[in-house]
């Protein structure tokens, strides 16, 4: 399985293809679990669209990638 067949020609078997993409689904599902972003989605009626729509100009606080990719750096043993 790959997002570029053409470059990785790898052929699983439909068994070990499920596999994987069980897999690769767990891995998206327990990364959303432990890293659930808990910012508040305000919905408020909108009279021009007849019903309640999201805001979706709420700021979300992200972790520093530079602090996180410095540390495993810091910590890489070859």
């Known amino acids: 399985m790959a ?46 669209a007849g019903r309640v729509i999201a805001d979706w100009k709420e700021p979300h606080t992200c972790r520093n990638f530079n602090r996180v990719r410095s540390w495993a750096e810091d910590h890489f043993r070859p």
Not at 17 to 24: A, E, G, K, P
Not at 25 to 46: A, E, G, I, K, N
């Open 3 to 48: 997002l570029d067949p053409d470059y990785y020609k790898e052929e699983e078997s439909p068994r070990i293809h499920r596999m994987h993409v069980d897999h690769c689904l767990d891995y998206l599902r327990q990364t959303v679990q432990c890293h659930s972003d808990l910012t508040p989605m305000v919905f408020s009626w909108s009279d021009d």
